[in-house]
């Protein structure tokens, strides 16, 4: 495991994925301490210790000490933003994108000039209006949701389109 602080941009990188530590408490990281990386698989796991001051010159660390609090602040923190950003999803609205997208891709069908027949320029007509349905069908039908929608653009509960 690679892990890397950078406690003035309250930094965490643990195995090249960052984290910007924005929910998580990392008040416990020393004041003097500027970064500090750590590697487990290199030599049986060290790493260096960055002071503020460079002055004080840097440690070389043989184990992670405190500084192991900072795996479980990078998971706790990647929840926390996880549950904050679902928090701050409307569902709905997303929805209501994609059905946009949807019909905006199915114009054409419609057109005077089409290459369809009547009978798939009707086919197309239904799952169209079915599109625009969406939002009163989310509503009526209790087994279905915008979130399940929105999580999932191939739930059987968009309409299909015709072939």
Known sequence: MKLQIVS????????????????????WIPSDVWAV???SEKNGGEGIIEYREPAKGNDHITSLGIYSQA?????????AQANAYETSRNHLEEVRRWRRALL???DWTQNADSPLNSSKKSEWAVYRQELRDIPETIASTPSLSAKALADDFSH????TKPS
Do not use: Q, R
Not at 71 to 79: F, M, R, V
Not at 156 to 159: A, D, L
């Open 104 to 106: 905006n891709d199915s």
């Open 71 to 79: 795996i479980t602040d990078h998971a706790a923190e990647k929840l």
């Open 156 to 159: 059987s509960g968009w309409p």
């Open 37 to 39: 990386e750590w590697d």
């Open 8 to 27: 003035e941009d309250n930094l965490i990188i643990k195995d090249n994925e960052p984290i910007f530590i924005t929910h998580t408490d990392i008040s």
